[in-house]
């Protein structure tokens, strides 16, 4: 059972969560360590989070779209293909350990910050693809969203710098394409989960309408500061991230005992 005043405070933080993954990625960073706080079991937290988790990305991709930056319908096939492919990854936590990618994940996203900081016009203006939009489509979407439902953190960020590096657009354009693709990966690890009994339906609720509100101000926020604003975010978002999946895995511990400081 949750009281008004704990509903409360987890619309509150999905507000908050909502309007930063908007712009950056990395919701999941505070969501889910609020809603395993409550008490709820970590599978459970997990599910319930899938929920209101599709909510900021949908909300943002909306405000993109009616602004006329978003070309959903030349995106929705390797969008649907996001969203078979994670709950193809969400299926396969049934036999497979997440254990090698929780480890290999902060490493992805640290350099993921070098990068950013060592390039200073990284993604203000469109670049040269490396792929064609077709094979970027049918591989590295696919890829990206089966790890999503496999495992999730960084998964914006992922999506966003992946169309930068590989398909060549502009930091703004590719965090607006990501969360679309976002949206649809969270939504088919949610039809998966649906199926598991494990969603606390009034906590998903209360979660969603934040998420709503919160990505709705994200993605007024980039629509009017763009790259200005999305970078810093990106690389902060990225670095928390790290830190926290650093320290789950006990590799924050240890290297603290190896310098003697623990």
Not at 63 to 72: A, I, N
Request: hydrophobic share 55%.
């Amino acid at each position: 059972m949750f009281d008004p005043l704990q509903l409360f405070g987890l619309f509150v933080l999905a507000l908050v969560a909502g309007t930063i993954d908007a712009m950056a990625g990395g919701g999941g960073l505070l969501t889910i360590p609020g809603l395993m706080a409550t008490g709820l079991p970590p599978v459970t937290a997990l599910a319930t989070n899938k929920f209101q988790a599709i909510f900021s990305p949908l909300s943002a991709a909306r405000h993109f779209w009616k602004s006329g930056r978003l070309p959903v319908l030349k995106l929705w096939k390797p969008a649907l293909l996001a969203m078979l492919a994670s709950a193809c990854g969400a299926a396969s936590l049934t036999f497979i350990n997440p254990g090698v990618l929780r480890s290999l994940v902060p490493f992805f996203l640290i350099a993921i910050c070098g990068w950013l900081l060592l390039s200073d016009d990284l993604g203000k203006e469109p670049g040269a693809a490396r792929m064609k939009f077709s094979m970027f489509a049918v591989s590295v979407v696919p890829l990206i969203a089966f790890y999503d439902g496999f495992f999730g953190p960084g998964t914006g960020t992922f999506f966003a710098m992946s169309m930068v590096g590989l398909a060549g657009l502009a930091l703004d354009s590719a965090t607006m394409q990501a969360k679309l693709y976002n949206f649809m990966s969270n939504l088919g690890a949610l039809i998966f989960f649906l199926f598991t009994g494990h969603i606390v339906w009034i906590v998903a609720i209360v979660m969603a309408c934040g998420m709503v509100s919160g990505g709705a101000i994200g993605a007024r926020l980039v629509l009017k500061h763009g790259t200005g604003l999305i970078k810093p975010l990106l690389i902060v978002t990225s670095l928390a991230m790290s830190a926290r999946l650093l320290w789950q895995n006990g590799t924050l511990a240890a290297w603290a005992k190896a310098l003697g400081l623990h």
